[in-house]
């Protein structure tokens, strides 16, 4: 009898850590709702066009364009009325340029180290597909379940040595992200997705709405999502100081 009990509690407790979700099965199962592994992996440059359009009414809306290519280089071109404003991240270095079209005003800087590394990060992760960037000391921790915008979710934190921390809120009924929560020097941003736009067998969000608490900053809607495609030469070269 007493035999019989250990082999029993042996099972039981074989079918309980069988049924206790990790970082690694929710995140595996996330990106199995986006796309096929070789369709995910084989991503190499990514271009997103799309527009801003704040909340506040008395702020103009904005167009977007952002260009990436694996493993860390990016551009993003934000367009509003006669200024533009170019962020650049090549080579471990980055600079934002802003641009006044009419008056022919351009002004440049350098990104502090903060910045940079968030950047950076936020471009590997463009191409990670919700993976943990280990090589650059991230990791991601399974919080447990909770409820989040009228969901039961599997959480997962994302920390790393930029001095970031991200939550991501996976649906436990379709495996798809329902919100991120980014943190930053203490302040957060939370991210919610909406809809469907499939490119090269790989599901990206029709639209990302930007919170911060439960004040709605903005909405992005993506027009149009570009993969693999060739390049212009230069578009990651820094401009020239002015001298």
Not at 23 to 35: Q, T, V
Not at 56 to 61: A, F, G, N, R, S
Request: charged content about 25%; overall charge neutral; aromatic content about 6%.
């Amino acid at each position: 009898m007493y035999h019989l009990c250990i082999v029993f509690g042996l099972v039981i407790a074989s079918v309980l850590s069988a049924q206790t979700p990790t970082a690694g099965s929710i995140i595996e199962r996330a990106r199995k709702a986006l796309g096929a592994e070789p369709a995910l992996g084989n991503i190499v440059t990514l271009r997103i066009e799309g527009q801003v359009i704040p909340n506040d009414p008395k702020l103009m809306p904005a167009k977007i364009v952002l260009t990436a290519r694996k493993p860390c280089s990016q551009r993003l071109e934000i367009y509003v009325d006669d200024i533009l404003e170019t962020t650049i991240l090549h080579g471990g270095k980055a600079v934002l340029i802003r641009s006044h079209e009419k008056e022919g005003i351009s002004q440049m800087r350098t990104l502090s180290e903060t910045e940079r590394q968030c950047l950076e990060q936020s471009t590997r992760n463009m191409f990670n597909f919700y993976n943990p960037d280990h090589k650059h000391g991230e990791l991601a921790t399974y919080e447990g379940i909770a409820r989040h915008r009228g969901e039961v979710c599997d959480v997962i934190t994302y920390t790393c040595p930029a001095n970031t921390k991200t939550l991501r809120y996976f649906s436990r009924k379709e495996a798809r992200l329902v919100a991120t929560i980014r943190e930053v020097s203490g302040e957060q941003v939370e991210i919610v997705e909406e809809g469907d736009l499939y490119v090269g067998g790989v599901r990206f969000p029709q639209a990302q709405l930007y919170f911060q608490g439960r004040h709605p900053l903005h909405r992005m809607e993506v027009t149009n999502v570009i993969i693999n495609e060739a390049l212009e030469d230069g578009i990651f070269a820094f401009p020239e100081p002015k001298k």
